[in-house]
């Protein structure tokens, strides 16, 4: 699907940057052979990046869905201390540092969310000052996240499992990398295999949710309905329209 998009930033080379955070994720992040973030050669940004073989995750196999969760807890033991985007990240020095950190963020999407719903925005205030809490990350430390994991971003060949597009990635707490899983699959069967790929990410890192889950989810579903509230498209499928967020909202926050 192609839009007119507006309102919105992405970082841009990510890949780049990644590759370097450990000397196992070329086996999962795609290669990048040339990148150009200032457009010196043609005008604009670009870069050329390995091609990866193989199919999507989606429709996969309950062995793939399981493969991938493992890979995903391998991206996530990328543990270097800093929060907040590949490109401007922020060392972490209290726990401060990680409160600010979220405090910022969620402002920057309630205030753009009260531009377009006022009492919407007020209602997902009121919910995130009662239910988040930073004390739950005292012992956890932000980690690589991928931030865009849902079925077509993963890639299945045999039994090796790749991630592409990592223009979102980022550094922030673990759980932040099931949100869209949760809400862009569409087929009820491959719903039902989410199952296997969380079970697969346990078998290497345990337990990775916290009461914060569900915030993370509102703030995602608040800077998606901003999204498609300045670029709606006429037919809707795998991107959802701007009621669909709306109405998750309420039916978290109420």
């Known amino acids: 699907i192609q839009r007119n998009i507006k309102k919105c930033e992405q970082a841009f080379g990510n890949e780049y940057y990644i590759l370097e955070e450990s000397e196992f994720m070329p086996e999962i992040v795609p290669q990048v052979y040339y990148l150009d973030r200032e457009g010196k050669k043609f005008g604009k940004k670009y870069f050329i990046c390995e091609y990866i073989e193989g199919k999507i995750l989606e429709g996969g196999s309950e062995r793939s869905f399981f493969l991938a969760g493992q890979t995903l807890s391998r991206i996530h033991s990328c543990n270097t201390g800093y929060i907040g985007g590949i490109q401007n990240k922020v060392k972490i020095h209290t726990i401060d540092d990680v409160y600010n950190y979220y405090y910022t963020y969620y402002k920057e999407t309630l205030d753009k969310v ?100 569900k915030c993370h989810e509102v703030i995602w579903l608040a800077k998606m309905l901003v999204f498609e509230h300045y670029n ?16 998750e909202i309420i039916k978290i926050c109420k």
């Open 114 to 213: 009260q531009k377009i719903d006022y009492s919407l925005a007020g209602l997902i205030f009121k919910y995130l000052k009662k239910q988040f809490s930073i004390s739950y990350y005292v012992n956890q430390t932000p980690v690589l996240l991928h931030n865009d994991v849902h079925l077509k971003n993963i890639v299945i060949s045999g039994e090796k499992i790749r991630y592409i597009d990592w223009d979102c990635s980022k550094y922030a707490h673990r759980e932040v990398d099931f949100v869209k899983i949760k809400h862009l699959t569409e087929n009820g069967k491959d719903k039902d295999k989410i199952k296997y790929f969380i079970q697969g990410y346990e078998t290497v890192d345990g337990c990775i949710f916290t009461p914060n889950f």
């Open 232 to 247: 709606p498209i006429e037919r809707y499928g795998y991107f959802k329209p701007e009621s669909y967020y709306k109405n």
